[in-house]
């Protein structure tokens, strides 16, 4: 069965740089969701995105931002990187209103 | 707001043994409520969930049942093995509320020991 598919799955980025994730979710899933994990931390939810509009926001600093395009993959900016932004970022979607989601396996951001 | 509490770890057990770790939640609305385990390196994997009151998800030899009187979900398994070693997550979402992402415990780091 197809997966949440995320890219790259790894990612190594210099300070004040920008970085790209993409997420590709799985077919006629209407929501995607993006979480933050840091070292040895809990998920952050920082954003989600209800039939391509963004749907709620969480704890998403404003040098991030994210979109989901017409084919519904969804891409997350982070821009000016910190090294406090090193962490795994998960893509999950889900089709039945919170009662379900999927999880990508993640990309590990490595900010130096 | 909505909010998950878990049992600190790390857990540490012999294989075969009993294994509970305790979940309780706070929520405004009606929440549907999940494990997820992260095996190192790994990704987040859905273990059980449940959707309603006095539901018991299993999988795998977990279970967990959710009670509404005690707003809890401990996991538990009854015997456990080494290959059961990683982060256990208990999280909830609200499905009838207008924010449906899924709040997260802290994890609890468990290890199995042959």
């Known amino acids: 069965a197809a997966g949440v598919i995320q890219s790259p799955r790894h990612l190594i980025k210099e300070k004040r740089e920008t970085a790209t994730l993409k997420c590709y979710p799985i077919?006629?899933?209407?929501?995607v969701y993006w979480y933050q994990q840091g070292p040895g931390q809990d998920p952050q939810f920082l954003i989600s995105?209800?039939?391509?509009?963004?749907?709620d926001k969480g704890s998403i600093p404003d040098r991030f931002s994210a979109q989901q395009f017409s084919d519904y993959h969804s891409e997350l900016n982070m821009s000016s990187l910190e090294l406090g932004d090193s962490a795994l970022y998960f893509c999950?979607?889900?089709?039945?209103?919170?009662?379900?989601?999927?999880f990508g396996s993640g990309t590990r951001l490595t900010v130096v | 707001g909505d909010s998950v509490t878990q049992m600190e770890g790390p857990v540490t057990l012999s294989e075969e043994a009993f294994l509970t770790i305790n979940c309780t939640y706070t929520?405004?609305?009606?929440?549907?409520l999940f494990w997820y385990v992260q095996y190192p390196g790994e990704g987040l994997q859905l273990l059980l969930k449940?959707?309603?009151?006095?539901d018991k998800g299993s999988n795998k030899g977990f279970e967990a049942t959710y009670r509404k009187e005690t707003t809890s979900f401990h996991l538990e398994k009854g015997s456990v093995q080494v290959s059961d070693s990683a982060v256990y997550f208990c999280?909830?979402?609200?499905?009838?509320?207008?924010?449906?992402?899924?709040?997260f415990g802290s994890g609890t780091q468990l290890t199995v020991l042959p």
């Open positions: 999950a979607s889900s089709s039945d209103r919170g009662r379900g989601y999927t």
């Open positions: 077919p006629r899933h209407d929501t």
């Open positions: 449940a959707t309603k009151a006095d």
């Open positions: 995105f209800y039939e391509k509009m963004q749907s």
């Open positions: 999280a909830l979402s609200d499905p009838g509320g207008s924010a449906r992402q899924l709040t």
């Open positions: 929520a405004t609305g009606y929440p549907s």
